[in-house]
């Protein structure tokens, strides 16, 4: 198949990317490489090629012309909740108005079907975990809005223009490549940390969980949804909850470095806990998970070390 990724020079994406190169397809990567994002030149394999476009922007009509895609796979976002709460205009703009320019340009290039990068952000803070499709959605920040509201305009398009589509709502992804800088993944951050031999902070008692999913398990997902799920989203999760101490402690053994900790203040619409069923996912795309948290973070540690400046 002929796949657009949007976002495919980010963290996510460029795994993607790969992992399609590597089941025979054609990639083509479109990313306006967002200063605040986690997009690189570097994280893009040789074999696709590469659009330095905005989503935003009328040229990608010419780009999915060019390039005749069979399904676009969008993962661009403003990824940020805190820049989402910070400028809600620059996060809808992106994330609402740039997702219509794909969906638009996807029907008048006949494209098949849209797979989609939603999130377990969706659900805010649900009354009972772990969380499956049944699960309201109550988004507690304007990323989470946004997310939701892709879904929404994908079902439109699916239901007026036969636009078929997957959402696969992804619980705390972590893997190489996530930036170690930002406020993407405790997991990432905590790794740079450690081998620089600095403190960590961790916000609230450390108690709180999360479902942390190996992005290389979230790539296979994204394989699977080419064929698979028609209509549907899913919730893409190991169903397993771990505390940031457990991180941590984990990071200690790995690492075989250990650096003080510092317990700081609860962040502002951080949820207390997350989990995902991914019971679904198992039985409509034939997908299960393959990596252990402890064997992911094994990679992601070698995958740093062997950037670290000598
Ligand atoms: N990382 C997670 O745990 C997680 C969880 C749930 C959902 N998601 C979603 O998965 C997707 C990928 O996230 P990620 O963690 O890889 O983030 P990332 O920042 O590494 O990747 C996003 C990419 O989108 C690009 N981008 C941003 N704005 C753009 C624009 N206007 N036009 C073109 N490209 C643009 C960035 O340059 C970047 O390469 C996002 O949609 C994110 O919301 C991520």
């Not at 910070?86 to 992106?94: E, I, K, M």
């Not at 049944?134 to 988004?139: I, L, M, N």
């Not at 450690?194 to 992005?215: M, N, P």
Request: charge should be negative; aromatic fraction near 8%; charged fraction near 20%.
């Amino acid at each position: 198949m002929r796949v657009i990724i949007t976002g495919g020079a980010g963290f996510i994406g460029s795994h993607i990317a790969d992992t399609y190169l590597a089941a025979g397809h054609d990639v083509c990567v479109v990313d306006s490489l967002w200063a605040h994002g986690g997009g690189r030149r570097d994280n893009i394999a040789q074999r696709a090629s590469f659009l330095h476009v905005d989503i935003r922007d009328a040229s990608l009509e010419r780009v999915f012309r060019d390039f005749n895609p069979d399904v676009v796979s969008h993962h661009a976002a403003q990824h940020s909740v805190a820049i989402s709460t910070r400028d809600p205009q620059l996060d809808a703009q992106v994330n609402v108005m740039g997702l219509i320019n794909v969906l638009d340009n996807c029907v008048k290039a006949n494209v098949k079907k849209v797979v989609f990068a939603s999130s377990g952000a969706t659900f805010g803070e649900p009354e009972k975990l772990p969380v499956n499709e049944e699960t309201p959605q109550h988004p507690a920040s304007p990323y989470a809005i946004t997310k939701m509201v892709a879904e929404h305009y994908l079902r439109f398009y699916k239901a007026q223009h036969g636009l078929d589509f997957t959402a696969l709502r992804y619980g705390n992804v972590f893997g190489p490549r996530q930036d170690p800088n930002g406020e993407a993944g405790v997991i990432s951050i905590f790794i740079g940390r450690f081998l620089a031999k600095q403190g960590i902070t961790i916000h609230s008692d450390g108690e709180q969980t999360r479902d942390y999913v190996y992005v290389g398990d979230v790539a296979s997902a994204n394989l699977a949804a080419l064929t698979r799920g028609s209509g549907s989203c899913y919730c893409i999760g190991t169903g397993r909850r771990t505390s940031v101490n457990e991180i941590y402690r984990a990071l200690v053994e790995v690492t075989g470095n250990d650096v003080p900790v510092t317990y700081g203040e609860k962040r502002a619409g951080d949820v207390r806990d997350a989990q995902f069923d991914s019971t679904l996912a198992q039985r409509e795309l034939e997908w299960s998970v393959e990596t252990p948290l402890v064997e992911g973070m094994r990679k992601t540690v070698d995958y740093f070390r062997a950037r670290m400046p000598a």
